[in-house]
Antibody
Framework: EAQLVESGGGLVQPGGSLRLSCAASGFSFSGFWMHWVRQAPGEGLVWVSRISMDGNSMSYADDVKGRTSISRDNAKNTLYLHMESLRAEDTAVYYC???????????WGQGTLVIVSS | SYALTQPPSVSVSPGQTATISCSGEKLGDKYVAWYQQKPGQSPVAVLYQDNKRPSGISERFSGSNSGNTATLTISGTQFMDEAGYYCQAWDSNISVFGGGTKLTVL
């Protein structure tokens, strides 16, 4: 069964940094683009970033550009999101998601909660 | 930046048809996907490419997309359909979600 499992969330102080991980299993990880999507408490879904199959092409939402880096290790079937200069408004559940053949998000993880607070 | 607009809430009686709209500039020129999210759960795709259903999704879910508006239609709405629904599209390598619509079945 295809599965995505995020980890690395937690409480971080404003201005701090964090690295989230997403372990993939049950499908050919290296054959798909991957994404991060976040959801602030009680709010809607917001796309954060995506990375190509080989890890050479990335794109970011304006809100996180310049302080966020997405990467992947296809040998470890793992997706990463490194975030710096964290702000209170970065507080959210962060989901990793697999892009399907038609640019939809066809598989989601359970999410990991990041709380930015002093 | 590109924006998708959804009504915050829609109410429907059981067995009736629910329609949820998603509007954006020239949205009909793009493909739209729809996601269902129940409280405490991760989103699940219910439609992609405007009107295609992933495996396992009920035939009660259908969609259309033309002009500036995409529509998700749920026929014979059931209590289990009560959830948040989000439209999603791509604009210049950036993915955009609508603000979400809370569907209440009462």
């Amino acid at each position: 069964e295809a599965q995505l499992v995020e980890s690395g969330g937690g409480l971080v102080q404003p201005g701090g940094s964090l690295r989230l991980s997403c372990a993939a299993s049950g499908f050919s990880f290296s054959g798909f683009w991957m994404h991060w999507v976040r959801q602030a408490p009680g709010e809607g879904l917001v796309w954060v970033s995506r990375i190509s199959m080989d890890g050479n092409s990335m794109s970011y939402a304006d809100d996180v550009k310049g302080r966020t880096s997405i990467s992947r290790d296809n040998a470890k079937n793992t997706l990463y999101l490194h975030m710096e200069s964290l702000r209170a408004e970065d507080t959210a559940v962060y989901y990793c998601a697999k892009e399907g053949y038609f640019e939809e998000f066809d598989l989601w993880g359970q999410g990991t909660l990041v709380i930015v607070s002093s | 930046s590109y924006a998708l607009t959804q009504p915050p809430s829609v109410s429907v009686s059981p067995g009736q048809t629910a329609t949820i709209s998603c509007s954006g500039e020239k949205l009909g020129d793009k493909y739209v996907a729809w996601y269902q999210q129940k409280p405490g759960q991760s989103p699940v795709a219910v439609l992609y490419q405007d009107n295609k259903r992933p495996s396992g999704i009920s035939e009660r879910f259908s969609g259309s997309n033309s002009g500036n508006t995409a529509t998700l239609t749920i026929s014979g709405t059931q209590f289990m359909d009560e959830a948040g629904y989000y439209c999603q599209a791509w604009d210049s390598n950036i993915s955009v979600f609508g603000g979400g619509t809370k569907l209440t079945v009462l």
